[in-house]
């Protein structure tokens, strides 16, 4: 079945360390998300991607940086991780068409992610 | 932006009775209102979703009504059974443009044997 990926599922790092999460799809969808989520506070948007040539900041972006390799592929990465960045995180793609309008948001499995 | 507030934030049930959640949201322009399940350790599904040119939504023993006016939605699940313990999101968002989701808080639902 086509399905939405996450690369690592766990990772614990250090305050200033560099680390990057990976997300693959193969549903074939042009947009593709990455959301935080925290205790009591839902799923907050962090940067998103129409396609390729397309990256957007999302509500919460300071500190984070993104790469779309590819229409399947779309990177977050912690630059220099603090120990706030401590979170669950999940890509998310979707399939937009003009003609039928918003369709849903289809989630990875989520990397849980623990700064020291 | 938009805001959703969603309420409540933990809710507990007996078996066989009905829970509501309930969400508000700022944008007027807001037009589409999903609801997401997330079971424990789980990624969250899609449930049910409206559109604002409907009032209410039936799927099974789930239901989602919005109030365009009082630009607050719901959603309703009858008959609760322990597997629809889980937490609850309720979304907003526009149908052009950027139309990102917006999310709630979450609710915690807990239906007891």
């Known amino acids: 079945d086509a399905d939405v990926t996450q690369t690592p599922r766990n990772r614990i790092t250090k305050t200033g360390k560099r680390i990057m999460l990976e997300c693959s799809q193969t549903?074939?969808?042009?947009?593709m998300y990455w959301y935080r989520q925290d205790p009591g506070l839902g799923l907050r948007l962090i940067y998103y991607?129409?396609?390729?040539?397309?990256?957007n900041k999302g509500e919460i972006s300071d500190g984070y940086s993104v790469s779309r390799q590819a229409q399947a592929k779309f990177s977050l990465s912690l630059e220099s991780a603090i120990p706030n960045q401590t979170a669950l995180y999940f890509c998310?793609?979707?399939?937009?068409?003009?003609?039928?309008?918003?369709?849903?948001?289809?989630f990875g499995p989520g990397t849980r992610l623990t700064v020291l | 932006g938009e805001n959703v507030e969603q309420h409540p934030s933990t809710l507990s049930v007996q078996e066989g009775d009905s829970a509501v959640i309930k969400c508000t949201y700022s944008?007027?322009?807001?037009?589409?209102f999903p609801w997401y399940k997330q079971e424990l350790g789980k990624r969250p599904q899609l449930i049910i979703d409206?559109?604002?040119?409907?009032g209410e939504k039936k799927d099974q023993r789930i239901a989602v009504t919005l109030n365009k006016t009082a630009k607050h939605f719901s959603l309703h699940i009858t008959e609760t059974q322990p597997e629809d313990s889980a937490v609850y999101f309720c979304?907003?968002?526009?149908?052009?443009?950027?139309?990102?989701?917006?999310f709630g808080t979450g609710t915690r639902l807990t239906v007891i044997p």
């Open positions: 998310a793609t979707s399939d937009y068409r003009s003609d039928r309008g918003h369709n849903e948001q289809f």
């Open positions: 549903k074939g969808h042009d947009r």
């Open positions: 991607s129409f396609d390729v040539k397309d990256i």
């Open positions: 944008d007027s322009a807001s037009n589409y």
């Open positions: 409206i559109r604002s040119n409907v």
């Open positions: 979304a907003a968002s526009k149908e052009t443009g950027a139309n990102n989701l917006f």
